[in-house]
């Protein structure tokens, strides 16, 4: 019974490390991009002076692979959570990627400047996250709608959302930022500022996942609501709060992921999330559907294998058909995925 | 508003044949419960086998013929791995495989058949089809408040038979003691395995049988438009689905009347929208007529899953 209490008390400062945690990301952020902005007219000389040199074609994909890698783990994480906890699969999680990179868009339009867009794109993720979690996702529950009726309910809403971009965006393809990618080259490869920010951003992110997961008291109970929501429940956990938290991170996740990913591709248009949903579902599977670091590391091998591939394929547009052959495959001799328990699943 | 819009739609080939990829889709889920998400694979796996090989040469039995042995054969690769795993597996699975297919075949890779993301034009495989056409001379022939050229009018006669067939054939496997296997596999596979049958052979069964279908309705659609991977994608699917709920799952006539008001909704509101929403430009028309294909489908899972026609003691969606 104390302990209960105990557990009590603390759940009260639940928001609160949630604030501190925010905080602190956006605190990484802010430093790491202070960064290269300094850096960026010593790039231009660098990258004046080493622009003969050949780069190595194999390793610099693989270094754009384990970039795009990053920025897939941190888009579906959030897909991977919701599954782990609700069992949902979430066909409408490309388009909250895209919403934060129209966000983004919006602010920048709007006079902001890129870094301020970015916050408001993570805050606005996270809204639709907690919005759709009340108005719509929490009602199904209720309801005791089953996951795979759920799964339907969000293909309409990706439907319905894609659409509603579309009109918001137009169909034309946007720039967050005008600036030139300068180059650096380190050996054989080159790597350009914006890329290396992405990249440590998505590294303290996901590094703050995981924290949060492992460390905190809320992420332990995320993570027995995965495990088996009713035994959670039993001891005393709120599931629909861990729910409504998890449905919060992942829209503000995925929010920051589409930023990462307009910046990284340098465009982005209303269907830049609808383009990268199956390889998020991809890397999740992959990884291990549900398994809180399996998005992390499904989301890698994806990223290298779509960009390594194009070194070796006839024409590079096969690149995405390579991850849905892998993804057949894997489901194939490892249903469970790399990191997944062995259960039976059939 | 033109009501002759509305009525042209519904009887076009379009309708016809998602009206068939529908009932295909109606085998898999409506009567098994297979979560079959690349119903448009089919479709393009289809309209590819048929289309590729008119283009090269071959006769129109040839091309029905490879279009049909294609989606069998792509069933095949979908269902071995899958089909004895859960079934959200089976509907990540079969989205991936149709994307691939689409991907494939708008790659720059195999450019000489497929004709990469531009596809095929149609006087590259409708010619065969259209001479057999028996309304001689071709021209625009108008019946009521249709006006369609006699290649159209060829076409859907030719199409609207293929869904009464389809229909029929549902109709009857519905009704045999195949059908009342399936309809245990989707209520309780074990209990069906208790009995003695063979769950993923039957389920197999039905994959192909729905798969077939699809191709079938691809090749009419392709008849209809022309072969482009970039219309076949994961939306597509969505909108099958959306017909067989919105109609009714495992109803004989559900999937049609689902592609029937699907489309005919679709043209009414492009119509409407601009009447009610003068500001809208009228590049946002579609994607708002779009986007009430969603809400409608999110709609009708909450409140009615059973559709129009359908019996909400059979279908639950607990797979």
Redesign the interface.
């Known amino acids: 019974m104390r302990n209960a209490n105990h557990a009590g008390q603390k759940a009260r400062h639940f928001p609160l490390r949630i604030a501190l945690l925010s905080t602190l990301t956006v605190a990484a952020i802010t430093v790491i991009s202070a960064v290269p902005a300094q850096a960026s007219q010593l790039a231009t000389e660098v990258a004046d002076t080493s622009g003969g040199t050949e780069t190595n074609l194999l390793l610099q994909n693989l270094l754009n692979g384990i970039t795009f890698g990053l920025l897939l783990a941190l888009a579906s994480v959030g897909l991977s959570l919701i599954y782990a906890t609700t069992g949902l699969?979430n066909f409408a999680h490309g388009e909250q990627v895209t919403f934060g990179a129209a966000a983004a868009f919006a602010a920048v339009t709007a006079g902001a400047p890129l870094l301020l867009a970015a916050v408001i794109a993570v805050a606005a993720g996270g809204a639709s996250g907690w919005l759709q979690d009340t108005v719509?996702w929490s009602q199904?529950r209720k309801?005791r709608?089953?996951?795979?009726?759920q799964?339907?309910?969000s293909?309409?809403?990706?439907?319905?959302?894609?659409?509603?971009l579309?009109?918001w965006m137009?169909?034309q393809r946007v720039r967050l930022s005008t600036s030139i990618e300068v180059r650096y080259e380190f050996g054989p490869v080159s790597i350009g500022p914006q890329t290396m920010i992405s990249m440590a951003v998505c590294i303290v992110a996901l590094g703050a996942v995981g924290f949060f997961l492992q460390r905190t008291r809320l992420g332990r109970a995320t993570r027995a609501v995965s495990d088996n929501p009713a035994l959670a429940s039993a001891t005393g956990i709120s599931v629909n709060r861990v729910i409504r938290i998890v449905w919060i991170m992942s829209g503000s996740l995925a929010a920051l992921g589409g930023v990462l990913l307009a910046l990284y591709e340098n465009t982005s248009d209303f269907s830049a999330g609808?383009r990268i949903?199956?390889l998020m579902?991809?890397a999740v599977?992959l990884g291990g559907l549900g398994h809180p670091f399996g998005a992390l590391v499904g989301s890698l091998v994806v990223g290298v294998v779509a960009e390594v591939s194009t070194v070796f394929?006839?024409?590079p547009?096969?690149k995405?058909?390579i991850v849905?052959?892998m993804?057949?495959l894997t489901?194939?001799v490892r249903?469970q995925g790399l990191l997944g328990r062995k259960e039976r699943?059939? | 508003m033109d009501i002759n819009d509305i009525l042209q739609i519904i009887v076009s080939p379009t309708t016809a044949a998602f009206a068939l990829a529908a009932i295909g889709l109606n085998f898999h889920y409506g009567l098994t419960g297979l979560?079959n998400m690349g119903q448009a694979g089919f479709m393009l796996i289809g309209m590819y086998g048929y289309a590729i090989t008119v283009s090269q040469g071959g006769s129109m039995w040839l091309g029905i013929l490879i279009s049909f042995v294609g989606a069998i054969l792509f069933a095949l690769f979908l269902g071995?791995?899958?089909l004895?795993?859960?079934?959200?597996?089976l509907?990540?699975?079969t989205?991936?495989?149709a994307?691939?297919v689409r991907?494939?075949g708008?790659?720059?890779?195999l450019k000489e058949w497929t004709g990469g993301n531009t596809g095929l034009r149609g006087n590259q495989f409708k010619g065969p089809f259209e001479n057999l056409s028996p309304f001689q001379p071709a021209r625009i022939v108008e019946i009521g408040p249709f006006s369609f050229h006699t290649t159209i009018w060829w076409l859907m006669l030719v199409g609207w038979v293929a869904v009464a067939v389809a229909a029929g054939l549902f109709w009857r496997l519905n009704k045999s003691p195949w059908g009342r296997v399936l309809k245990g596999v989707r209520e309780d596979e074990d209990a069906v395995r208790s009995l003695g049958k063979s769950v993923y052979s039957f389920k197999m069964q039905a994959l192909i049988i729905g798969g077939v279908l699809g191709a079938a309705g691809g090749v009419i659609w392709a008849h209809g438009n022309a072969v482009q991977p970039d219309s076949m994608g994961?939306?597509t699917t969505?909108w099958i689905?959306?017909m067989l709920?919105l109609g009714g799952a495992a109803t004989v006539l559900g999937p049609i009347l689902g592609s029937v008001l699907f489309w005919a909704m679709f043209v009414f509101i492009k119509q409407l929208a601009p009447l009610v929403l003068p500001n809208l430009a009228p590049?946002?028309i579609e994607?708002?007529a779009?986007?009430?294909?969603?809400?409608?489908?999110?709609l009708?899972?909450?409140f009615r899953?059973q559709g129009i026609l359908g019996d909400k003691r059979e279908i639950?969606?607990?797979?």
């Open positions: 699969s719509l199904l309801r709608i089953a996951p795979m009726q799964m339907i309910v293909i309409g809403l990706a439907l319905a959302a894609v659409n509603l579309q009109i137009g169909a609808a949903l199956l579902f991809a599977t394929l006839p024409t547009d096969l995405y058909a849905m052959g993804l057949i489901l194939l249903p699943v059939g | 979560l071995w791995p899958t004895r795993l859960r079934g959200d597996y509907a990540i699975v989205i991936a495989a994307e691939m991907l494939i708008r790659s720059q890779w994961r939306v969505f689905w959306t709920l590049q946002q994607p708002l779009l986007a009430f294909v969603g809400i409608g489908l999110i009708l899972i909450v899953p639950s969606l607990n797979v």
